[in-house]
């Protein structure tokens, strides 16, 4: 299955971060979302059902979501939808799982700053011979893999 579905809800566990043996980098933590609706007759905010979904990161957004993410904080999540059936022999139930594409948090809640930081790819990359124009040119200092770059703030708007 290939649907993508985009989600929004309490971070419910811990994130949990491994590394492979092969060296990949794996986060997952449980997502709870309830839908609410405003009850106008009782004035007060009523919640739904909650739904479970285990969701899943991988590589550079692993290590930037194991990071980042907090129990308790509210996100946003876009990712591949898997939904699975299981039986353990004495019960059977449904898992849903989410393979996030994207994290992020969820701005209606409260505020984040955001930190770029350079993937680890780039920096193994091998240097490049420089053109003869260039040889003279200073090149800018670049961090080290996984190291926050920070990012200037906007200017106000009035």
Known sequence: MQDIITITGLVATDPRHIVTSEGLSITSFRLASAQRRFDRSQERWIDGETNWYTITSF???ALNCA??????QRVLITGRLRIREWDNGERVGT?????AEAVGH?????????????????AAE?????SPAAEGAQSPEVPSPATPVPVP???APF
């Open 95 to 99: 898992t849903i799982d989410i393979e």
């Open 67 to 72: 990071s980042s993410i907090l129990k308790g």
């Open 153 to 155: 703030e906007p200017a």
């Open 59 to 61: 590589r550079q957004l």
């Open 126 to 130: 091998p240097e490049q011979p420089q």
């Open 106 to 122: 969820d701005l209606a809640w409260g505020t984040a700053t955001f930190s770029r930081s350079i993937a680890s790819s780039a």
